[in-house]
């Protein structure tokens, strides 16, 4: 990711990473949710699932963050959800109109702001795990900063049905209490909370593992 189109100091503060195996923990996943942060999470998609508990994972690290916005990126839908929906519907002649609403194209966004208690801006960006694809939730988030304050970036895949493990990264960006050097730098920590898993988003851990120490933190 090229540093010189950022021309603020943006400090990481907080990451965290979440990935399951959701065909088989999909269920138990779901309740733990619900006890940790009293969210509903029957008719969660299992992309949505993992974007809340990856900002489950982030609220346990950073603490209260206020009305920060939420940005995420993901490739668009849940392909095992929206596969059955559509088998209901052309096959079985029975609708899903409450997880069709529950799993609409922002939801991901606007759970995982449920788990953070933000009342604050969400978005969900089409994305995927292309090197010229995945940085642009983070250009976003750069020149969103000014007007947020604080912004959570989280990056959520599911796999298709039959297959694979679900990834999400999560990371709390602040611009820096100073004026300092133009890009990114994580606060201590950050890197070891981000674990080299492999998954599908490994290239955004690979980039937050390659990045400057930020000193001090941005005072709050």
Known sequence: MAMDTVNRSIIITAAARFGADLAADGKA????????????????????LTAALGCLQLRQTAGPVGDCAVYAAAPFASPPLFDKMADNVLNCGTAMP?????????????????????????????A????????????????????????????????????????????????????GQPG????????????????YWQGVA?????LPSAV?????
Not at 29 to 44: E, I, N, P, V, Y
Not at 186 to 199: E, F, L, Q, W
Not at 216 to 220: E, M, W
């Open 184 to 199: 990114f730098s994580a606060a201590c920590g950050c890197p070891a909370a981000v674990p080299d898993t492999g998954g």
């Open 216 to 220: 001090p933190r941005p005072s709050r």
């Open 98 to 126: 409450l997880d069709f609403i529950a799993n609409l194209h922002n939801a991901p966004a606007f759970y995982a702001a449920q788990v953070l208690g933000s009342r604050g801006a969400s978005l969900l960006l089409a």
């Open 29 to 48: 996943l779901k309740q733990a949710l619900h006890r940790q942060s009293g969210l509903d999470a029957r008719r969660l998609s299992g992309l949505s």
């Open 128 to 179: 995927d795990n292309r090197p010229e694809s995945w940085p642009q939730i983070l250009y976003l988030a750069a020149g969103s900063l000014p007007a947020e304050g604080r912004i959570a970036v989280g990056w959520c895949y599911e796999p298709p049905a039959g297959g694979g493990r679900s990834d999400s990264i999560w990371l709390l960006l602040e611009e820096a209490a100073t004026a």
């Open 206 to 210: 690979d980039w937050l593992h390659g």
